[in-house]
Nanobody, 119 residues
Framework: QVHLVESGGVVVHPGGSLTPSCAASGFTDFTFSDYAMNWYRQAPGRQREFVAAITRAGDNTIYGDSVKGRFTIYRDNAKNEMYLQMNSLKLEDTGVYYC?????????WGQGTQVTVSS
């Protein structure tokens, strides 16, 4: 079971920037570079929402409509880490941000990091 730990969530003003990270460990049969990675978020009272995804090698990315052009997902396979660069933050970006590792039917989730955008 892959162990994921998110960090870097803080309180930030609208228009600000933030780059939370996701550290992965606990690999047995595979390595970090064998897993596609995703970011999701969940705002209070709402369902978990897809934010961004990145392929195993980091050569392709996709984004949810609400964050396109503002967020950038990237990874460092040598460090077993993934990041989410968040620019031009809006009030509606507030939520708990989760990282997710996927390989076939194997899926692992972190505990989440709270991002609060507030004036």
């Amino acid at each position: 079971q892959v162990h994921l730990v998110e960090s870097g969530g803080v309180v930030v003003h609208p228009g600000g920037s933030l780059t939370p990270s996701c550290a992965a460990s606990g690999f047995t049969d595979f390595t970090f570079s064998d897993y596609a990675m995703n970011w999701y978020r969940q705002a209070p009272g709402r369902q978990r929402e897809f934010v961004a995804a990145i392929t195993r090698a980091g050569d392709n990315t996709i984004y949810g409509d609400s964050v396109k052009g503002r967020f950038t997902i990237y990874r460092d396979n040598a460090k077993n880490e993934m990041y989410l660069q968040m620019n031009s933050l809006k009030l509606e970006d507030t939520g708990v941000y989760y990282c997710n590792a996927v390989r076939g039917s194997r899926r692992s989730w972190g505990q989440g990091t709270q991002v609060t955008v507030s004036s």
